[in-house]
């Protein structure tokens, strides 16, 4: 970390978060695919820093930021405190407060499905978002559609298959064989109207604070079908039985919620297609094939 971001840390932490202390402490912590992470200690004072290239990823924590801004608002689960974001030598900064982790009581497990089913009760006018945004280190298009299966097909699926089939990821056949699922996207989902999400809903971005609270963050959110949210909790495990029997209990599943989420886990294989390669080449073939 250069010293201009290392001043620019202690500046913020000044001006914003009201800090007296002089110097910082940066401790390198794990969890970023694709940024530098830190424990910032600042006296007797934590917090979370992300560090990455302004060129490589343009606008990454500004979208971040307000993807946990909007998911804070409705004050129904807990999001880190934000506490400042910018640009300097080429690099760009996002600082959160620091949450202290605690264990995952079956209390946790039943209030995480609670709150996630209020989240999914806050409904927007549209699917999409106001601005596009990144699901990982990929562009993610967030052009407003009144329909789930159009907004699905134009800004999750169509835009991956393009990018995985240019990179030579995905062959012509198996990207052809993607418009028959299209055609069947209508049957799988019943009309839902557009919920809050968070977009990349896997068991690294969340945590129990040691209050026992849910605690989202590394959001991708737009408004959208809520089987995206809950079928990514299937993708790599790490969610309790009693987190969908407290879902199911808040907010009743629709009949096909197990084909919904497979459908829609084909977005983030696709992403991880895209991000890591050939190794996920099998698990999209294997989703797309019974279609």
């Not at 990207?175 to 896997?202: Q, R």
Request: with cysteine.
């Amino acid at each position: 970390m250069t010293s201009a971001v290392q001043s620019f840390i202690l500046q913020s932490l000044k001006s914003v978060a009201g800090i007296s202390a002089d110097t910082i402490q940066l401790t390198p912590v794990g969890g970023g695919s694709i940024n530098e992470t830190y424990k910032v200690t600042a006296g007797k004072e934590l917090f979370f820093c992300k560090v990455n290239s302004v060129a490589k990823y343009p606008g990454l924590f500004d979208c971040e930021a307000a993807g946990l801004a909007l998911l804070g608002w409705q004050n129904v689960i807990r999001v880190p405190r934000f506490i400042a974001t910018g640009d300097t030598d080429g690099q760009q900064v996002l600082l959160l407060e620091w949450i202290e982790q605690g264990l995952k009581s079956d209390a946790f497990w039943e209030r995480f499905g609670q709150q996630l089913a209020a989240l999914h009760h806050v409904q927007g006018e549209q699917f999409g978002l106001n601005s596009d945004n990144y699901m990982g280190a990929l562009h993610q298009y967030n052009k407003g559609n009144d329909k789930w299966t159009d907004f699905f097909i134009h800004q999750r699926l169509q835009p991956q298959v393009k990018l995985a089939v240019d990179n030579k990821l995905l062959g012509i056949t198996a990207a052809n064989s993607f418009e028959n699922l299209y055609k069947k996207l209508p049957d799988i989902f019943p009309a839902e109207p557009p919920v809050l999400l968070h977009g990349d809903l896997w068991s690294g971005n969340f945590l129990c604070d040691d209050k026992g609270q849910p605690v989202l963050f590394d959001p991708a959110v737009y408004y959208g079908h809520r089987s995206i949210d809950l079928g990514m909790t299937t993708l790599f495990g790490g969610f309790d039985a009693l987190f969908y029997e407290s879902y199911q209990h808040h907010y009743p599943l629709p009949v096909k919620y197990r084909e919904q989420w497979d459908v829609c886990n084909i977005y983030p294989l696709l992403i991880h297609l895209n991000l890591f390669g050939k190794s996920y080449l099998a698990d999209v073939l294997n989703a797309i094939r019974r279609y």
